[in-house]
């Protein structure tokens, strides 16, 4: 059964660096055909799909936020990661990761295999 599991710093000081990571368990993130995404939900707004990284390495990004957002992925630890630089109060959200059966850039998807989020807050 495939289960993904988000981790990182709850508190980022404004201009700084957002860093979390997805650890991948149930099928290898290298599997065929499958994209790893990254979503969130500031409070009281829709989810926001925020960029991929697909089976095969390619990366995909939300293009508001192409400049600021870096998707890596560590195969030995089944893990990728979500960088987001220079954040403001603006980017406090529950962080998702997630498994798509193919690439979908929206916040909601059938089929999406969805981690438990893990709430980030920026504040100084």
């Known amino acids: 059964q495939v289960q993904l599991q988000e981790s990182g710093p709850g508190l980022v000081k404004p201009s700084q660096t957002l860093s979390l990571t997805c650890t991948v368990s149930?099928?290898?993130?290298?599997?065929?055909?499958?994209?790893w995404s990254w979503i969130r939900q500031p409070p009281g707004k829709a989810l926001e799909w925020m960029g991929a990284?697909?089976?095969?390495?390619?990366?995909y990004y939300r293009p508001s936020l192409k400049s600021r957002t870096s998707i890596s992925r560590d195969t030995s630890k089944n893990q990728f990661t979500l960088q987001l630089n220079s954040v403001t109060p603006e980017a406090t959200a529950v962080y998702y990761c997630?498994?798509?059966?193919?690439?979908?850039?929206?916040?909601?998807?059938?089929?999406?295999?969805w981690g438990q989020g893990t709430q980030v807050t920026v504040s100084s």
């Open positions: 997630a498994r798509d059966l193919g690439l979908i850039t929206t916040g909601q998807a059938t089929g999406r295999k």
């Open positions: 990284i697909a089976s095969r390495g390619s990366t």
């Open positions: 149930g099928v290898s993130i290298t599997s065929n055909s499958l994209y």
